[in-house]
């Protein structure tokens, strides 16, 4: 019932969207520029929201865009250039072999597939024997090629790759972070978040470093992953406690890590196997890439990645539709003997607007195989206003919305059973249902201002962050360095039936100087209904110590709300 | 440029400054925490606020540089009030014996029997037998019998003060 309501839901408001952004499209196309044509200030009066000129970097590539590295100079727009869109993108290839395929040098979700590339960007081509033809047929445009999308939360707003080469698109990212929290626990940990860690210390919380390979046709991606992310996320995934071999210690350090081929049909098709992102929650993994650094809980409870397969069909330049089959929720193993199942799918018509839609279904529970999870979750990310030559440049927003449930076993969406009476015929409530917000606004292509905020509920907890320390329920030997584990004594209670709800609001300062660098500054409150945060007191022991003996019955000290203050210092090549 | 640059390096350290100095527990040296807030009984100096100490569960090291208070069943330590004797006038629920669901917890990790006992309905009346119970009693003074914790006098104070003497409470959070 609910999930028909949901889909029902989806469907009219992407139809209703779906239909205003492709007549925008078919109507700002009429008045679109060719490409042989001077760099156009146009615009698209057209548009019903008035976006008057291209930005500096519009024409210019989505990152990642297959069909225009950075070494290649024809291909890119100049910095102040107002090039139309699609400039150096999508012009027709007169060489029959196929492309290289640098993918994505970002997690981005448009991951594009490369299509044909102009013969400037096609280096690695292998060399022909036969005299090359004119091509009779227009090429496949390159999906999401038209427009720019380097404003969208979530998305790289880098134009180019700068450790680029015909086989490989190189990247690093540092992530670098101090907060601190009203709470001042005396353990300087932080609970409840992927993003932040500790408190009161400068934080390495994500080093990464790895690229696209990518030739002919066969394609692959490595990131690896150090810094305090490889525990923090690590410590989320249960099934990794099913059997032998350590996942959590095998693959800690690789955040990314996929193979596979792409086929020239439609506009392209990727094959892919391995760890890959999610984007379910809006935000990236990558924080250089979101408008705040601590996302609400929509996006920080939900899955940064996925262990599996997935197929990335482009049949327009305006969509993909990625089908996934996966071992489980952000998991590396599985929890039972179905594997996960789920999509994404992703609509841009025009370069002011942007639809993400993943669902999700799987068997997400330690000896609950008939306990299934489903998971929608819808974002719309709109820019209202754009003006490349005013103080301020840009305006959009993002809004997300998720729905979820867990049914079987004793729990169901609109369950009403008490913790500790789930019974088949007398419920629990299992649900997620939660949404978020953000508004940005860009003075100049260096300065932004965030705002934005949250809720979520979920009874039974299964997407709550569990706190560490000795408030965690699961396991958590890595947390312990080599002291001797000691399961916690008063573990915060995920049993079904319990109930969890909770909000959160933040601001944010971005200062990016240049596109490889950013200077984050947050405020950011939270708020649940049951204690939840560290207090002052910490989680660990009296003193905040692991080494310092815990007196016998010693309670975490958890709270209900949060504030702090987040400085985050994000380079990225 | 620079003048520029600078501005903008300094604005978050003075919001940093401005936020710190507006509430956050302690500022950067722990100090000045609130009554009925959680405290380090390990730290070398008193970080509680002004006429508190840290009280509550007593540290197992042998360097203690605080006076402490026990807070009986209690297995953590928070800050509380105290008078000139060193006895809790705190009315908080955490400064209480049992702190608040304290006795439960010990109950629950060991089942220690005079936390058992004081968690199952404990009272200041029945606070003695359950101390009994472990072979304990109450130092620093009598207790109240009739009192109610609510008045804030449960005389339930034992002080060892140790080599950090015990008369400079109020001026420990000067330091």
Known sequence: MSCNLSARIHLFGLGVLTSWALLDRATNASAQPQPAQAPSVSASSASPLSQPVLDSGAGAPPNGSPLAPATSPATLPPDAGGVPPGEGLTAPSTSTAPSPTPTAPSPTPTAPAPVSAPAATTPAAPASTEPEKPSTQAPATEPFAFGNFTWLNGESRQHRSLLDSPIFTGQLLLDLNYTASRNMPIDNTVVGSTALSRNNELTIAFVGFGGDFHYEHARGRLMTQFGIRSILVARNDFSTFRGQFDLQNALRYISEANGGYHWDLLHGINLDLGIFMSYVGLFSFDNFENWMYLPSYTSDNTPWFFNGIRIQIFPTDTLKIEPWIINGWQTYGKFNEMPGFGSQILFRPVDWFSVLSNWYLGWDAQDLPGLFRWHTDTSLTVSYYHDARAFIKRVASSYTFDLGGENGDGVSFAGNAAEGHCTPNNTCPARFVSGMMYHRVWFSDQFAVTAGGGFMSNPSRYLVLSPTGNASPIPQPESTQGIQYVPATQPFDLNLGTHFNAWDYSFGFQYMPIEQFTLDVEWNHRQADVPYFAGHGGVTSPDGYITTTLPPGWRPDLVKSDDRIIFAWLVRF | ?175
């Open chain 2, 1 to 175: 440029m620079l003048f520029r640059a600078c501005v903008l390096a300094a604005l978050p350290l003075f919001a940093l400054q401005y936020l710190t100095g507006c509430g956050f527990i302690g500022g950067f040296s722990d100090e000045n925490t609130p009554e009925g807030e959680r405290c380090n009984p390990y730290t070398s100096h008193n970080p509680c606020k002004q006429g508190a100490v840290c009280a509550g569960y007593p540290p197992s090291s042998p360097d203690q540089f605080q006076p402490y208070v026990l807070i009986p069943f209690c297995p953590e330590n928070y800050c509380c009030s105290v008078d000139d004797s060193l006895t809790i006038t705190s009315t908080n629920p955490n400064c209480q014996p049992g702190c608040n669901g304290g006795a439960a917890a010990m109950c629950a990790a060991d089942r220690d029997p005079g936390a058992c006992c004081y968690a199952d309905g404990g009272t200041p009346a029945t606070l003695a037998g359950c101390l009994a119970l472990d072979g304990l009693a109450v130092d620093g003074g009598p207790l109240s019998s009739g009192g109610s914790s609510s008045t804030g006098s449960s005389n339930l104070a034992m002080v060892d003060a140790g080599d950090a003497g015990s008369g400079d409470v109020g001026d420990a959070t000067n330091e």
